[in-house]
């Protein structure tokens, strides 16, 4: 992704503002802030450790960055899935919050320099983890941020062509996780309910759990829904998903009647209406919902602390 002559005034001018496409690149591939950043920092090293020469030659340092970005995700999506088999229950993408709902503005936190558009949906985000690594990196540079396959093949080390059939095969898990009966439609990243509809679904859902009415989540859930919880081995959390809507709609009456005192916000979770259980001010659960003809069928609630760090300041 680019060499050939660039001024040094341009170069330092244009390299600080590569950080916040940087970020959104990496956090799609790798569905980690904390790993983002260090992908990040690692490729801004990696170009100051270039002497002054080379610097010199390239001719677009921000797609000399993407290209060296992309492939320190590589990398680290090879030995990602060694770590998280090791991952005590499930683990999910870090939830995204909306800089606009903290009482902080934005700052220099990797989560203030997200675009929260439908590629970062924890729905879209869950079906990445399930493709190879080649077939991320191929689907996200190419649909999401619209790099041609020669490029992407430089990061990927193959041809185009075999880049373009990576791609490919990763539209076709997007098609069949979203509908498996209609797997031969199209597969950009598409909401699976209007943000009205999202927001009035989760809006329901709230008064529901908040009144600890099992009858009306249970009609408010999908009978197939599906509920993920990562605790990350850190909070309490079922370690398997809890399937069926009335098996879901147990769990959170218990969950609630085991914590007195919880206060659920409707809030933006990755772009959409999702819920922010907190409780004395501090946040333990966020949770992100996928809404299909007014039924809820997929839950990811994360309470991991460690992934709830962006959302520090949520009121």
């Keep these: 992704m680019g060499t050939a002559g660039t001024s040094t005034d341009e170069t330092a001018g244009g390299i600080a503002g590569e950080r916040p496409r940087l970020i959104n690149v990496a956090y799609r591939l790798l569905g980690s ?5 260090d992908a990040v920092q690692d490729a801004y090293a990696r170009w100051y450790a270039l002497p002054r020469s080379r610097q010199d030659e390239i001719r677009s340092p921000g797609a000399w960055l993407t290209t060296v970005t992309a492939r320190i995700c590589l990398d680290v999506l090879g030995s990602a899935r060694v770590r998280r088999e090791r991952y005590v229950g499930a683990w999910l993408p870090d939830p995204l919050p909306d800089h606009v709902e903290w009482d902080r503005g934005p700052g220099t936190d990797p989560a ?27 689907l996200v540079l190419h649909d999401v941020f619209g790099y041609p396959f020669a490029e992407i093949a430089e990061v990927l080390g193959r041809t185009p062509a ?15 996780a979203r509908d498996p009966a209609t ?5 950009a990243p598409t909401a699976t309910a209007t943000a009205t509809g999202q927001a009035d679904a989760v809006r329901r859902v709230k008064a529901a759990w908040e009144s600890k009415d099992i009858a009306a989540l249970v009609d408010l859930l999908d009978p197939a829904a599906v509920l993920t919880v990562d605790g990350g081995g850190m909070v309490g959390a079922a370690l398997r998903p809890v399937e069926g809507g009335a098996r879901i709609a147990q769990y959170m009456v218990a969950i609630a009647d085991k914590a007195p005192g919880l206060e659920l916000l409707e809030r933006s979770v990755n772009g959409v209406p999702g819920l922010v259980a907190q409780r004395a001010g501090t946040v333990m659960t966020v949770a992100s919902f996928e809404v299909t003809d007014g039924r809820v069928t997929r839950i990811w609630a994360v309470r991991n602390p460690e992934k709830l760090r962006p959302w520090v300041g949520c009121r």
């Design 33 to 37: 802030l904390a790993e983002s950043e």
């Design 112 to 138: 203030d320099q997200m675009v929260l558009d439908e590629s970062v949906t924890m729905a879209f985000l869950v079906v990445l983890e399930t493709m190879t690594p080649a077939e991320r990196v191929a």
């Design 183 to 187: 797997a031969a439609a199209t597969a």
């Design 162 to 176: 075999a880049c373009k059939q990576l791609a490919a095969s990763a539209r076709r898990r997007v098609r069949v």
